[in-house]
């Protein structure tokens, strides 16, 4: 770890911690105190999927201000980097890199999916990812999780773990269909103080990461993307006919 990394651990091991969740169709940002290795959340606003950008900074605002408490104090910011809506995970990414360039704040970045398995206590997690597919995490080797995007192909080609965290029923139902065996924990959906509840061993180690690569973890392509190459395919397909 170099000094500059190791100064940013220092001053977060007892610092203010933001916690930034706009990935899905309700977010949340949250305030916590990381004391002792102990994680006590100070404060959690709900966000409305469609209000993002005109919410989201104001929300950080008010929890600072109901703390007492400036940017300048916070000690870290954990983002959730998706999977998730596209536009969702921009705007919530576009805040964090704002406020931590501003102030020189270090930065987590963690799955959503992950969030949610650790609330029910395990390793596999799966969201509703529309279009008949999920948003999946699922045990690779010594604990570790592996994520895709999946639909009922994908399932079936996927050895199904013995319990999956679910907080939505689209995602149930498909899951319910094709791993019958599955046991599925019904768990809220993930919060931003969930998500620093779980980053909390990164920011004691000082494991942040690089603002310059920090990017969505969408699992899928945008809808730009998609449509954007099967257009030119079409029309050259007409052309050539």
Not at 76 to 89: C, D, E, H, Q, R
Not at 119 to 147: K, T
Not at 157 to 183: F, H, K, N, Y
């Amino acid at each position: 770890m170099g000094t500059a990394e190791t100064a940013a651990a220092d001053g977060a091991r007892t610092a203010l911690v933001l916690g930034i969740d706009t990935c899905g169709p309700a977010g949340s940002v949250a305030l916590g105190r990381l004391s002792s290795g102990l994680i006590e959340i100070l404060g959690e606003t709900e966000l409305e999927g469609r209000s993002y950008s005109a919410k989201l900074v104001a929300a950080v605002g008010d929890l600072l201000a109901l703390a007492g408490a400036r940017v300048s104090d916070l000690g870290a910011i954990v983002a959730v980097n998706g999977p998730g809506s596209f536009t969702g995970v921009r705007v919530g990414l576009s805040a964090v890199k704002g406020l931590a360039e501003a102030v020189g704040i270090p930065v987590v970045a963690v799955s959503r999916l992950q969030v949610l398995a650790r609330s029910a206590g395990c390793v596999a997690a799966a969201l509703d990812a529309h279009r008949n597919e999920v948003f999946l995490r699922v045990p690779r080797r010594e604990g570790e999780g592996i994520e895709m995007l999946a639909g009922r192909i994908e399932l079936l080609m996927t050895p199904p773990p013995g319990r999956m965290a679910i907080c939505d029923e689209s995602a149930s139902a498909l899951l319910a269909s094709v791993w019958p065996q599955t046991m599925l924990l019904h768990v809220p959906a993930p919060t931003a103080a969930g998500a620093i509840r779980l980053a909390e061993p990164a920011i004691l180690a000082g494991k942040f990461v690089d603002l310059a690569r920090l990017d969505g973890h969408y699992l899928r392509r945008s809808d730009a993307e998609i449509f954007g190459a099967v257009a030119p395919a079409a029309s050259a397909k007409v052309q050539g006919a």
